[in-house]
């Protein structure tokens, strides 16, 4: 069973920097036969998808609100999964998650996703 731990989050102000972790254990396959996507909730909302890469290609998909500041990366080596944030803002505030799909696409819905972490709290204060 797949295994994902995030790490990474914290209290941050606007403009600063964050980079999140999430090492997955227990894969079957290797970490480039999985989807791997990033999502994010915050109170009172529904989860939404920030940012997702292929399992094939490695292709990558963005929500609008954090192009240009987010980016998705992946260590093979490591079995882990990044997501560097820059400029933060505090609309970016929520319970960050990741996830995983084995053979899946860069399609960044949470109904895509099977496997998932716990989550790691990033809180941006204006």
């Known amino acids: 069973q797949v295994q994902l731990v995030e790490s990474g989050g914290g209290l941050v102000q606007s403009g600063a920097s964050l980079r999140l972790s999430c090492a997955a254990s227990g894969l079957t396959l290797d970490l480039n036969y999985y989807a791997i996507g990033w999502f994010r909730q915050a109170p009172g909302k529904e989860r939404e998808g920030v940012s997702c890469?292929?399992?094939?290609?490695?292709?990558?998909n963005y929500a609008e609100s954090v192009k240009g500041r987010f980016t998705i990366s992946r260590d093979y080596a490591k079995n882990t999964v990044y997501l560097q944030m820059n400029s933060l803002k505090p609309e970016d505030t929520g319970v960050y998650f990741c996830a995983a799909e084995k053979y899946g696409t860069n399609w960044c819905l949470p109904r895509a996703y099977d496997s998932w972490g716990q989550g790691t709290q990033v809180t941006v204060s204006s």
């Open positions: 890469m292929s399992a094939s290609d490695g292709s990558t």
